[in-house]
């Protein structure tokens, strides 16, 4: 009884809340608070109590003590996060109604790389850690950081970061030469078609798109790139139709996620029993036996290609990389590389990485029964706990045959081919098979 008042007290203490009687409400949580059992209505009594409270350190202390009844309480740790200055309320959108992205030219600062010793251009070195100076080949070597840290998924959904993707030309200044140039949409470095300075954009500015996390850097240049497409081709006796043209380098974005939670199941096993088990002729009579349980789901670096243009190739290259060797990003590892931004935005990508946990488990939770059939499955406990957004590296071609243009996609770390020509085989499975669930094969 006493629940089912605070209950009451609670929803009167939130109208109150809404038409700006915070005093009122407050002696509503109050009251409330001291009679509910439920963790999931006492997270949401703290957090309201949290926004009519006016002290900083009283709302942080009931903000602290919602989350202590619920983790993944999305509105507390996003005010939580305005109050540690992590995220600006400026930046937040209204989920009833995102922006309008913008159309026309978006004006782009960009960090400019150049020789401190010559002035001339600098490059990224595919020796994995400096970039060289193409006129005096002095060399800058890059900190050798692994990238650990993610980031937090409900802060970035809070902003249009979480769901902005680029739609837009980049305008330039290029402080070299003074030249005005164009980045086509969708990349994050050029070089000045005028004097050749290498550009990278910087976004961590940009309020509607999020900059890479961690990057993996080349490994070796284009001559062994085409060693190693030459091989290929000869392997699996693919014959050109016309030239191939040499493999262009770039940088193609991963997205990772971590999903945890659980997923709930109903399982059925169906016994025999007897009616009189001291007649010889008894009859057996069908006894079912159900259970509804909780299985627990810890999914790490789910991922997730960002580059949708490139269709599966890329997603069957994307498990080839060794993603342990993630560099924490530094603009500098793309001196004279192009790299693409995700086409993807990041809170469509969290909903395929989700749906993938998902299968996944549904996959595994027979394994963990002996004898019971899984007959319902609910994904309503699984969160998107955290992310990063990972830069690849890759040559890509194409090979000519019957009148088409079939991609080729190496990877840059390792040298594993993959392409989409009819009739070549190729390994599947790895670490992350199950991405042939985003593949649909």
């Known amino acids: 009884m006493s629940e089912d008042y605070g209950k009451e007290l609670l929803r009167s203490g939130i109208i109150e809340a809404k038409s700006g009687s915070r005093a009122s409400a407050q002696r509503y949580f109050d009251r409330a608070l001291s009679m509910l059992e439920d963790h999931d209505d006492l997270a949401d009594g703290w957090f309201w109590m949290s926004e009519v409270l006016e002290d900083a350190a009283e709302k942080r202390k009931a903000l602290e003590n919602c989350l202590a009844h619920d983790?993944?309480?999305?509105?507390?740790?996003?005010?939580?996060?305005?109050?540690?200055?992590?995220?600006?309320?400026?930046?937040?959108?209204?989920?009833?109604?995102?922006?309008?992205?913008?159309?026309?030219?978006?004006?782009?600062?960009?960090?400019?790389?150049?020789?401190?010793?010559?002035?001339?251009?600098?490059?990224?070195?595919?020796?994995?850690?400096?970039?060289?100076?193409?006129f005096c080949a002095s060399k800058d070597a890059l900190a050798d950081k692994t990238s650990e840290e993610e980031k937090d998924f409900i802060m970035a959904m809070a902003t249009m970061?979480?769901?902005?993707?680029?739609?837009?030309?980049q305008a330039f200044h290029c402080d070299g030469c003074g030249a005005e140039f164009f980045l086509p949409p969708g990349r994050i470095s050029a070089s000045c078609v005028y004097c050749g300075s290498?550009?990278?954009?910087?976004?961590?500015?940009?309020?509607?798109?999020?900059?890479?996390?961690?990057?993996?850097?080349?490994?070796?240049?284009?001559r062994e790139a085409t060693r190693l497409l030459i091989e290929w081709v000869e392997t699996h006796r693919i014959t050109p139709q016309k030239k191939v043209d040499l493999p262009?380098?770039?940088?193609?974005?991963?997205?990772?996620?971590?999903?945890?939670?659980?997923?709930?199941?109903?399982?059925?096993?169906?016994?025999?029993?007897?009616?009189?088990?001291?007649?010889?002729?008894?009859?057996?009579?069908?006894?079912?036996?159900?259970?509804?349980?909780?299985?627990?789901?810890?999914?790490?670096?789910?991922?997730?290609?960002?580059?949708?243009k490139l269709g599966s190739v890329?997603?069957?290259?994307?498990?080839?990389?060794?993603?342990?060797?993630?560099?924490?990003?530094?603009?500098?590892?793309?001196?004279?590389?192009?790299?693409?931004?995700?086409?993807?935005?990041?809170?469509?990508?969290?909903?395929d990485a989700r749906?993938?946990?998902?299968?996944?488990s549904q996959r595994d939770i027979p394994n963990s029964l002996s004898g019971y059939k899984v007959i319902r499955t609910s994904s309503a406990g699984l969160m998107v706990e955290s992310f990063k957004l990972n830069l690849l590296p890759v040559w890509m071609t194409e090979i000519p045959q019957n009148g088409k243009e079939y991609l080729v996609?190496?990877?840059?770390?390792?040298?594993?081919?993959?392409?989409?020509?009819?009739?070549?085989?190729?390994?599947?499975?790895?670490?992350?098979?199950?991405?042939?669930?985003l593949l649909g094969e």
């Open 409 to 437: 996609l190496i990877n840059g770390q390792n040298g594993e081919v993959r392409a989409n020509l009819p009739g070549v085989k190729e390994e599947k499975g790895g670490l992350f098979g199950f991405l042939d669930d």
């Open 71 to 134: 983790l993944h309480h999305a509105r507390a740790r996003r005010a939580l996060a305005i109050l540690d200055g992590k995220l600006k309320a400026d930046d937040l959108v209204n989920p009833d109604q995102l922006p309008v992205s913008v159309d026309g030219v978006r004006d782009a600062k960009a960090d400019r790389f150049i020789c401190p010793n010559c002035g001339g251009r600098m490059s990224f070195a595919p020796d994995g850690q400096s970039l060289v100076c193409d």
């Open 355 to 360: 749906s993938l946990a998902y299968k996944k």
């Open 248 to 308: 262009r380098g770039l940088y193609l974005p991963l997205w990772t996620f971590d999903i945890g939670g659980a997923i709930e199941y109903t399982a059925e096993l169906i016994r025999y029993e007897n009616d009189d088990e001291d007649s010889l002729f008894s009859r057996s009579q069908p006894k079912t036996l159900r259970i509804t349980e909780h299985y627990p789901v810890i999914a790490n670096d789910i991922p997730v290609p960002a580059a949708r």
């Open 198 to 222: 290498v550009h990278v954009v910087s976004l961590e500015n940009v309020k509607d798109l999020l900059a890479p996390d961690a990057i993996l850097p080349h490994q070796f240049d284009q």
């Open 161 to 169: 970061k979480g769901h902005g993707k680029p739609l837009q030309e």
């Open 314 to 351: 890329y997603s069957k290259l994307v498990p080839t990389f060794d993603l342990k060797a993630l560099k924490l990003y530094d603009p500098r590892y793309l001196a004279n590389w192009p790299a693409d931004i995700y086409d993807l935005p990041m809170a469509g990508a969290s909903l």
